[in-house]
């Protein structure tokens, strides 16, 4: 059972990446190294000479199929509750974690920038399609009757989490009085750590009287699931870090891009030459267009994966209830279980999720002072490959953040209308290194919102005062002829 709380940990850190859903900073001249998830052009236009973070890690999640109420982050757990909800509906659930590790980013004079850096990264998804559930079911017959064979029992859950490696180039390409255009790309190597998939689809019951009594069974359908083969090299008489040694040496390789243009329409005052070498990264607008993550995490599947269709003889619910409702002590026992009921085939060979791939376009206004408006559109593009490829998605879809910001400080309020239909209002602070913030501001302040939100903390150096391109030694002024 170890090596199954290791599959679920590593799964459930799963899951968008608006610099890598850094939300604050997507769009600002401050973000540094995290931009260049939301955009590789991003790099060139930054003030900072350079900038390291050190660390950041970001977590988002969003389901209907669960509540917790009486609970915030900001009040005691002892009187929480958590269920599973009521109703006849289909259910949903997003999760999706990064964590960034010495993301860094040097300037090469103010025209071209580059950053590298390693990630962990990870998404994953669940959806059903409609179907009614109470808590008091203990058998498949009780959830076949709440649910007739009219309508089919459908599900589909993907999760892909992996390793990836970084460097990215950016530079202007044009340059003129009102406006310069910069562009970017990002390659990135990756090796997929943890990948699964499983599918219900077509589920049809049918409801006969068997002395006197209802008794259902199912008509037909065809079910799949699999997951990558690294985690049977799991063996118990090993300790927990060899055994991750081992998961980690037997991933494979994956691919992935990002490119990006960005146009900065200038302030009509600003000069040739400026005296405060800072103004030269000022604009009024700032107009962003990315593709990201365009590319995959490769696995193999695990002996344990299987896929089947109905029918199968005698396949009612008091069949299923006995063989599966009692739970398993691993992942072998439930194959086997499968095989005896089911008329089910080994799942084999290699198998590809391709990354959350989207379309982002980023506006920046420049209002007075310090303050700045950030809209943002996510459009997934990976839906576009077809149900026949194995996917995840990004959980984005339309931001507006106002925020104030300098050097130093920065106080951030993202609005967020998720791909889920929900609406959050979010929050953030920089202090100096410190970046904290809030996906959903009810997950500290509301007493039933925690099962929807998330947030995130980035540690970041930059080099003081010091100014991308500052001259070094302005000598005396030559007079004017």
């Known amino acids: 059972m170890k090596k199954w709380m290791l599959v679920c940990l590593l799964a459930g850190i799963a899951g968008s990446v608006n610099a890598q859903d850094f939300h604050a900073v997507a769009g600002s001249n401050y973000a540094g190294a995290l931009g260049v998830h939301n955009n590789p052009a991003s790099i060139v236009n930054t003030p900072y000479p350079w900038d390291i973070t050190l660390v950041g890690v970001q977590a988002k999640y969003q389901t209907n199929a669960i509540k917790v109420v009486d609970y915030s ?101 044009i340059y003129e009085p009102g406006y310069r255009l910069n562009a970017g790309a990002t390659a990135k190597v990756n090796r997929g750590i943890a990948g699964g998939r499983a599918d219900i689809t077509g589920m049809y019951r049918d409801r006969t009287i068997v002395n006197g009594e209802p008794q259902y069974s199912l008509r037909e359908g065809q079910f799949a699931y699999g997951y990558s083969s690294n985690f049977d090299r799991w ?43 800072e103004a030269y990264y000022d604009y009024d607008w700032k107009l962003g267009a990315s593709v990201l993550d365009l590319g995959y995490a490769f696995y193999r599947y695990s002996s344990n994966s299987r896929r089947g269709a109905i029918p199968v003889s005698g396949l009612n619910g008091t069949r299923l209830n006995n063989a599966f409702v009692d739970g398993f002590s691993s992942i072998e026992a439930f194959s086997d279980s499968v095989d005896a009921v089911f008329d089910a085939a080994a799942l084999q060979g290699d198998f590809r999720i391709w990354a959350p791939t989207r379309l982002v376009l980023n506006a920046d206004r420049f209002i007075t002072s310090a303050f700045y ?109």
């Open 73 to 173: 982050l900001l009040s005691s757990p002892t009187q929480s509750k958590f269920f599973v909800s009521n109703g006849n509906y289909a259910r949903k659930g997003n999760e999706q974690l990064n964590l960034n590790l010495l993301n860094t980013r040097f300037a090469w004079g103010k025209k071209t920038g580059i950053a590298f850096g390693a990630n962990l990264r990870s998404f994953a998804h669940i959806s059903t399609a409609a179907y009614n559930f109470n808590d008091s079911i203990e058998t498949v017959n009780e959830l076949f009757a709440l649910n007739p064979g009219n309508t089919p029992l459908e599900a589909r859950m993907r999760t892909s989490s992996w390793i990836e490696l970084y460097g990215s180039i950016g530079r202007t390409i």
């Open 235 to 277: 063996e118990d008489s090993r300790s927990a870090t060899e055994n991750l040694r081992e998961l980690l040496l037997t991933t494979r390789m994956g691919l992935s891009l990002d490119a990006g243009l960005e146009l900065l329409i200038k302030p009509a005052s600003e000069p040739g030459y400026m005296e405060d070498e």
């Open 373 to 481: 408006v950030n809209a943002e559109l996510n459009i997934n593009l990976v839906g576009l490959l077809g149900d026949q490829r194995l996917y995840v998605r990004n959980l984005n879809f339309l931001r507006v953040t106002p925020r104030y910001e300098t050097r130093k400080w920065g106080v951030y309020m993202p609005f967020l209308f998720n791909s889920q239909n929900q609406f959050w209002v979010g929050g953030a602070i920089k202090a100096g290194p410190l970046l904290l913030g809030f996906h959903n501001l009810g997950n500290l302040f509301g007493k039933n919102s925690m099962a929807n939100g998330g947030g995130y903390i980035a540690l970041s150096i930059r080099p003081g005062k010091r100014v991308t391109g500052e001259k070094k030694d302005r000598g005396i002024a030559c007079p004017p002829y």
